[in-house]
């Protein structure tokens, strides 16, 4: 029982960090219905450049979110404005996959060079750090990484339902025609909301970085989870994917606790099989237009 | 048509017999010249991987085998030979290492092979050394598969088969005092040929001598939480945790101990913890003492010519001896083994390296070397420890440089 509750805390904390980074993944499938497999590759080029603010500035990587959130959000335009703008609308879903595994390997060639193979870590000192509340264990930098990705994803809620450019985001994902007709600049919208999934990626990064060692190859198994959840969620879906990054992380870490490490990988797997057998759309997702 | 193919081919031939004699002649005229075999450079070939998984390692290979070169060049080279490198890039690639290997050998015809980094590479590796006569002394490449293939031309310059590498630390627990001996174990063990075998070659030997297995678990490269792990076995309470780790995960278990306030009387982990500069960069220098690894060369040995090797280390590449890379150390004992070869029977062929190495033991700046009949070193390594900030040599005596600290302190202690 003791190890299923400390497997539930673990789980859930960690949730919120794969939440963030999933959250941006599916915005950006529902603006352009594009699958971005370089997210994992910006959340690892978010995580170096935490580390390298850390390193070189003693910056701590909480407080250097804004900054490689900017710098994201940068990057994030730009691929969209160099990769995918030019793709005709027709075959751009199909394309994009290509296109965005080549920035994927664009960037991990980009840190390999730059920062080299070897795995890094962020260690601010307290890192290690963790409170004791019956008998079960919270580390306190999960605990913040979870607070901030929950700070993070509100902004982007309040983004999404309270601004023009949300009202513009939410129309072109329902309806990229109707949205046009009203003279929305889906161009545009498609740009920012690019830049905006990357920039989710850089605050996530900077959590990432301070939980997990990582090198430049990290990406692989980022991208193989985030899109496992943005598929349970239903693409296009935030909210979806913020209930399956906790059900993925939760159902990893109850069984790692209680049956072995070994399987807890699979288990997920397993559940995202038995949703999509019943609810292929996935959990939150809609079949004839966006979810968001 | 006939005729005109029997024209073309009589063209190549006569432009093959010209050429033949004007390589003739060019030797003729070298040699006319008084260029002896004598002063003739020694060129020595390898494929290290420069880019790639293995960069990192790869680069530290490289830096110990050209500074034993520049060392043995100052001295007068061997038998008069000034010692060249040839170092070609494998990308961490074993197709690209075979290649490498061949093309050194059979186009650059250089005069031995030294060999690549990680046991990857140095199987196929090995087989095209073998293949073409050639000895293949090699610093990097200790896992089962390397020595599986029964390969007499092959020398593993460490001091014993990676799998081997927890021996010493069984051998120092099984030699305290029954009542200072831990009663129970626990083991946590990366799925990996380099990590699980030598945690289960000690958990064979302290279950033989009756310490009882509270918890073991075997965890997938994948594992990145190592929270679920460290959990249970601080519920298991063993007195003593064996840890057959790399890196990363390495430094993870420590990670997650100390968040679980959990700390062991005594701790050994494979590898990792014998990273001088890492392993107290990742997990914080204060959680690092008391727990042990295993080792082969370190600061201050009084090895032969450890000293000489360490100075020119630093004076080459910077930092200082705490921060040399065992790695380096390794790649130079290569070298040294092979200088005394030329010492000891005044030739320096791939046949005299065969037959010379299978028998006596060599001084090298990881100990004395010496081996089987299939390249596995005999001798075992060292346990090493941290204690104040610093890894020490603790056992076996002859070379121990402190007493072993035990029971282990707590966290930042």
Sequence with gaps: ?292 | MVSQSNRLRLGVTAAFVVGLISLAACSGTSNGSGSSAKSKPLVIGASISLTGDFADPGKAVKAGYLLWAKQVNAKGGILGRQVKFKIVDDTSSPSQVVTNYQNLINQDHVDLVFGPFSSLLTVPASQVAKRFGYSFIEPAGGGPAVFDAKLDNLFFIQPAPVIKQGEVFADWILSLPAAARPKTAAYAELDDPFAAPIAEAIRARFEAAGIKTVYKQVYPAETQDFSPIAAKIAAAKPDVLVSGTQSEDAYAQVKSLVQLKFSPKFMYMSNGANSPVEFPSKVGASNTTGITSSGDWFPGSTAFGSAAFSAAYIKAYGGTADTIDNTSAESYAAGQVLEEVAKKTGKIDNATIIKTLHSGTWPTVLGNLSWNAIGEPKGTFHLVQWQGGKLVPVYPADVAKAKPLYPKPSWGG
């Design chain 1, 1 to 292: 029982m003791h190890a299923l509750v400390q497997g539930v805390i673990l789980g859930v904390l960690t949730g919120g960090v794969y939440a963030l980074m999933a959250s941006g993944q599916t915005l950006i499938f529902g603006i352009m219905k594009v699958v971005n497999l370089a997210q994992g590759a910006m959340v690892i080029l978010g995580a170096y450049l935490a580390y390298q603010l850390f390193v070189s500035f003693g910056i701590d990587p909480f407080l250097a979110i804004p900054i490689t959130t900017l710098i994201m959000f940068a990057v994030g335009v730009a691929v969209q404005l160099l990769f995918l703008r030019p793709l005709r609308r027709e075959d751009r879903s199909e394309l994009s996959l290509l296109v965005t595994f080549a920035v994927a390997l664009l960037l991990e060639g980009f840190m390999s060079i730059t920062w080299n193979t070897s795995y890094r870590s962020i260690n601010t000192g307290y890192e290690n750090a963790s409170w004791t509340v019956f008998g079960y264990q919270i580390t306190q930098v999960r605990l913040w990484a979870f607070l901030l990705s929950l700070a993070a994803l509100g902004l982007l809620f309040l983004l999404l339902n309270r601004t023009r450019f949300g009202r513009a985001v939410r129309a072109t994902v329902q309806n990229p025609d109707s949205a046009r007709l009203l003279g929305v600049e889906s161009d545009r919208v498609a740009a920012l909301g690019f830049g905006l999934g990357a920039a989710t990626a850089a605050a996530a990064g900077s959590v990432y970085g301070l939980l997990y060692p990582f090198n430049s190859g990290s990406h692989y198994d980022l991208i193989s989870r985030l899109l496992s959840i943005v598929v349970l969620g239903g693409l296009g879906s935030v909210g979806g994917a913020v209930v399956a990054a906790v059900i993925v992380s939760t159902s990893s870490a109850i069984v790692a606790s209680t049956v072995s490490p070994s399987w807890s990988e699979m288990t997920f797997f397993v559940i995202l099989m038995l949703v999509l057998l019943v609810r292929p759309q996935g959990l939150f997702g809609t079949v004839g237009r966006g979810a968001l």
